[in-house]
């Protein structure tokens, strides 16, 4: 059985990965809001313009050729097509359009305002309620982090793709590094370098943001106990990578380390990740160039009675979803978040996935579990 060594696990979490606390994930986001523009007086203002934005996208994704399942559509593209309009004369591009769509015109508002107060109704509803969980006890199955570090036995590098704080919360009580000085609260990449004097169990990466990050006065990123402390216009995340990967810290320093970490792994564990952000793939896509006996782990729910049936789609989708041709780096399991990370997150099962003789061997076949 292979032992793995130092830097050679890397885990990514996406949105699938908080469900089971209790936090939707950005397609039933998409169903909410579309619930409350038919249904909730304060949002049936926006039920015109957001089923103009909504049709647009897809419309968008089918001169491309991608329709039905295919057409990434969710939260983050919404709010991201919603703020790139809201620049209106300010965008880079401005110049160059002879005319904005008439009926945009028509149902945006005077200066494009509905536009601008349908991006931040949703961010509102999404950091007060969707990502605002009163009992932090349902997300106790993170706790399975703290297990494999301790077994593994070197610091584990952690990166997600979500705002919420199950995490840490659940984490608590571990060296756990989340890249800010401890006096100052403020944000110092330098808090990632290993400190054997300062050993930290888990190096959490929040490559979008987090919940309670915010800038203070003068531009530093810092953090507050309480999120209700910090407006929502002012909360330092970003609504995926590819559209708002901005050039200031954190967001192009935690970008760069899953670049550098992918690179160093073995093994690539996504759990609950969907593949909807382009330049996560892009990342992941050459970290599996980069070495043919690297492994990328999907973990998610397939759903279905014919497992093996549906672990070669899934397979096939994450590969055209990253694009990358080889098919045999790319494992599937079936597995909700909470089961996976409580109970079959162990290095035994990682191990099991590159099969060999000998332990010096590299890893030259892979099967799926």
Request: charged share 25%.
């Amino acid at each position: 059985m292979y032992a793995f060594k130092r830097n050679e696990i890397v885990i990514l979490l996406g949105a699938g990965a908080s469900v089971d606390a209790g936090i939707p994930h950005s397609g039933e986001m998409i169903r909410q809001v579309e619930k409350l523009v038919k249904e909730d007086r304060d949002w049936e203002r926006f039920r015109d313009i957001y089923n103009f934005m909504r049709s647009s996208i897809y419309h968008s994704d089918g001169v491309r050729g991608r329709f039905g399942d295919e057409v990434n559509y969710n939260i983050e593209r919404l709010v991201n097509t919603l703020e790139e309009i809201r620049k209106k004369q300010e965008h880079t591009l401005y110049p160059f359009v002879g005319a904005w769509n008439p009926t945009l015109v028509e149902l945006a508002g005077r200066n494009f305002a509905l536009v601008g107060e349908l991006s931040s109704a949703i961010v509102k509803k999404l950091r007060q309620q969707w990502i605002a969980l009163e009992d932090y006890g349902s997300a106790d199955y993170f706790r399975g982090l703290i297990d494999f570090q301790a077994n593994y036995q070197h610091p584990l590098r952690v990166f997600t793709l979500n705002y919420d704080l199950c995490v840490e919360k659940a984490c608590a009580g571990v060296a756990l590094e989340r890249g800010f000085n401890s006096h100052t609260r403020k944000w110092d990449w330098r808090q990632f370098d290993d400190n054997d004097n300062d050993p930290r169990a888990i190096f959490l990466y929040k490559l979008h943001g987090s919940n309670d990050w915010t800038y203070d006065k003068v531009g530093s990123l810092t953090f507050y106990d309480e999120t209700s402390r910090i407006e929502d216009h002012a909360a330092a995340i970003i609504f995926g990578t590819t559209y708002k990967l901005q050039h200031r810290d954190p967001f192009l320093f935690l970008a760069y380390e899953f670049r550098r970490w992918t690179l160093e792994a073995r093994i690539i564990v996504c759990i609950g990740y969907g593949f909807g952000d382009e330049h996560i793939n892009k990342i992941i896509q050459q970290a599996l160039n980069g070495d043919e006996h690297r492994l990328l782990l999907s973990v998610s729910p397939l759903f279905s009675q014919n497992l093996e049936a549906a672990r070669a789609q899934k397979q096939r989708m994450i590969a055209q979803a990253i694009e990358h041709d080889n098919l045999n780096q790319i494992v599937c399991c079936d597995s909700f978040a909470r089961d996976f990370i409580k109970n079959q997150l162990t290095l035994d099962y990682l191990a099991s996935l590159f099969p060999c003789s000998d332990e010096n061997e590299l890893f030259p076949i892979v099967r799926n579990e």
